[in-house]
């Protein structure tokens, strides 16, 4: 062969083998190959996790916070955490569950890509239904000779604290018992504080809970005095993840002139406290201050006077309420003088409160704000609040609220909820109760018996017209405790029913509707209700519910027995 014309093949051959000079075939697209729970999916239990799979291995950088997203149906993103596993995603609840009754909708971005670069050619979306919760069996952790009806609160951990008074031989002794949601256990009853002779609790025995998990309580003690009677507030404090409480010891309320009268405290993440105490200044008139200690509690400071007053002998005290976000920043609202709804902030960058705003005019003495936790105002982590009020008394009182939007910064203006009914309000609410959307949601009992709700539209600024939620002919003493809401929007609320049973009542945001009430505990024939019916939810929308029933005395003198129970709704 001529040796040019073998040269020629040689090139000819190389470039055909090694592909210069021609073209190739595109690398085939990154793909989702499948998706758990599948598409549709119901009954999806509640702790699942969701996996998505790949034809090629993914990249974790590339999937970040916003490549893989769970929505609920109000559109908010549920909190969550990813991971990588060979082809496959694994994406966990960061709370260590999902509200049951919710349909999800899982987002893969076009952005999420493989090892190598490619990048999906468009984005995922799937969904799936999770299972609806269910009470379980009602046990009864507390069953004591009390002369003081226990109080409770919850956690974010659905933990719970349980504290009462009882009184023997004149000595006044506090007790807690706790329970762990990890265990599902209750802890035996503490003796954690007994009041010195002479002395005695008084006003204001509450419980609050910190962000972070704290826990405090805080009440009054008197020392009986002649011609006067002293008396000092006084706080103990559980920390967070501990077994044992602190010592008592007093608030310093030497930065404010006067006696102490209604206070209310609350915890942000950090473990600091801030607080409203009411005080009984000269003259008649009173002042509402703040307070705020740092977490061990050891070195409290004021942080301005909000109100004053000269009605205190004809209205009586602000009955203030507070409320702290995810970034420690208060809400605060109390009744002003002659009876006019006051509201402020307390801004924790600077800790400092606003100027006080009025919220509503003075109006007639029945205008009365609740004061129970949670009751009238409601805040979650990312600031939004909502306020609620009844104006006038039954039958013809009215429901009003408005609305603080975070991301603008605005309060909306102030609404009549219950509008167009006419026949007033019950003995029953309003409770509010603001979801992670921003969306709120309030109930209360209508003169007729009946449980109402109203809802509100945060970026319109209003509500919907009024909705009978649970008719008179199934509600006995109506709704008596501020309802809660998961973070899917899901709202828990709960009745004494007409048959004399604790049930609940709850908005299931996926289908935009209220369900029927659900009866859970049929109250003894030879008990009567007593008090302390309350609810809290868990971080995984778990709901605990407390209640306490009284055994009739069997003479005038004879101490009422108090059993106290519980159940979950899971």
Known sequence: MNPKTALSVAVLSCLGACGGGGSSAPPPAFAVASASPASAATGVARTTSVTVAFDAAPSL??????????????GNVIAGTASVSGNNVLWSPAQGGLPGSTTYTLKVAASVSDTMGRTLAAPYSTSFTTADPAWQATSTPLAN???FYPTAVADRAGNLAVSWYETVSSIDTIYVARYRSSTGTWGAAQAIYAVPMGSSIGVGFDLSTGLNGDVL????EADRQTPQVTTRV???R????AETWSAPTNVDLSSMAGSPGVWTFAGDGSGNILGLVWMALDAGAWGLFGLRADPAGAHWSASGQLDSGAHLSLYGPPAPMLQIDGSGNGTAAWRGAQLGLMRDRYDASTGAWGAPLQVAPEQAPSFWVSRFTGAGLSVNDRGDAAIVWSVGGTPNAQIWGMQFNSRTGTWSAAARLDAPSTNGIGSGGPWAVIDAAGIATVAWTQSDGSVRSSRSNPTAATWSAPQIVAPASTIGYGISAPPVADAAGNVTALIVGSNNEIASIRYIASQGAWQAPVGF?????VDNYGSSLSEFIDVSGSVTAFWCLGSPATSSTATVQVSCLENLLK
């Open 145 to 147: 000779t009390l002369t």
């Open 238 to 241: 559980l920390a967070a993840g």
């Open 217 to 220: 309580l805080t009440w009054a």
């Open 234 to 236: 006084k706080i103990a």
């Open 61 to 74: 950088a590339s999937v970040g916070s916003a490549g893989l997203t769970l929505t609920g149906p109000e």
């Open 521 to 525: 505990y049929a109250i003894p024939s």
